[in-house]
């Protein structure tokens, strides 16, 4: 079956340590995304990426870097100078279109030890 | 600019009951618009979709929204719940060609 797949679902990072999250999708999906979900506070965007070698800032960029390499994989690294990491981390693809819902994975949750 | 709003960030209703969750949005363009449910800890899966058409739309687990442009709203409605329907769900509006804003969430709870 096509999906998206992220991986680890937990994950724990020690203070100055950068992390990365790992999304594939098999959809064959151009567009790719990463939110972050606090409380309360909906889904906020990170980084997405239209096509392979090239992704734009969302609103909350800072702190964060991506790669998109192979169209497959777009992987989230939390640097160290995301100083309140702490988030459930949704990763989602869509064909390209303002008439294409996004399609997401069962998400991340990272914890600061 | 587009802009979601869901009016509600907590629902309780009872089994069975009828339920409706609000949602308004705001688009300087042509609209298209979207329903998601989230369950705990998992991802957001899509329930419906306006993209033109018939205003009223169905999507699955017998939820339906009316797309009312006048009002510029987008609610979401099931004439009967059950508890397996407690969950997040969220409210979208397609901004541009790659982004859409979703709303901060309605917790809709079940009680028996």
């Known amino acids: 079956d096509g999906g998206i797949t992220q991986s680890p679902k937990y994950l724990f990072r020690k203070e100055g340590q950068n992390v990365t999250l790992s999304c594939e999708q098999n959809l064959n999906h151009d567009a790719m995304y990463w939110y972050r979900q606090d409380p309360g506070q909906g889904l906020r965007l990170i980084y997405y990426?239209?096509?392979?070698?090239?992704?734009q800032k969302g609103d909350i960029a800072e702190g964060y870097s991506v790669s998109r390499e192979k169209k497959e994989s777009f992987p989230l690294t939390v640097t160290s100078a995301q100083k309140n990491p702490t988030a459930f981390y949704l990763c989602?693809?869509?064909?390209?279109?303002?008439?294409?819902?996004?399609?997401f994975g069962d998400g991340t949750r990272l914890s600061i030890l | 600019a587009q802009s979601v709003t869901q009016l509600d960030s907590q629902v309780p209703v009872f089994e069975e009951a009828p339920v409706e969750l609000r949602c308004n949005y705001s688009?300087?363009?042509?609209?298209?618009l979207f329903w998601y449910v989230q369950y705990p800890n998992q991802g957001l899966q899509l329930l419906l979709k306006y993209l033109s058409g018939s205003t009223l739309v169905k999507g699955i687990n017998g939820f339906e929204a009316e797309f009312n442009k006048s009002q510029t709203s987008f609610h979401l409605r099931k004439p009967s719940v059950h508890i397996s329907d407690t969950a997040e769900y969220f409210c979208?509006?397609?901004?541009?060609?790659?982004?859409?804003?979703f709303g901060s969430g309605t917790r809709l709870s079940i009680r028996p």
């Open positions: 989602a693809s869509s064909s390209p279109g303002r008439n294409q819902p996004q399609h």
């Open positions: 688009s300087s363009v042509s609209v298209y």
């Open positions: 979208a509006v397609s901004s541009s060609a790659s982004k859409i804003i």
């Open positions: 990426s239209q096509i392979v070698n090239d992704f």
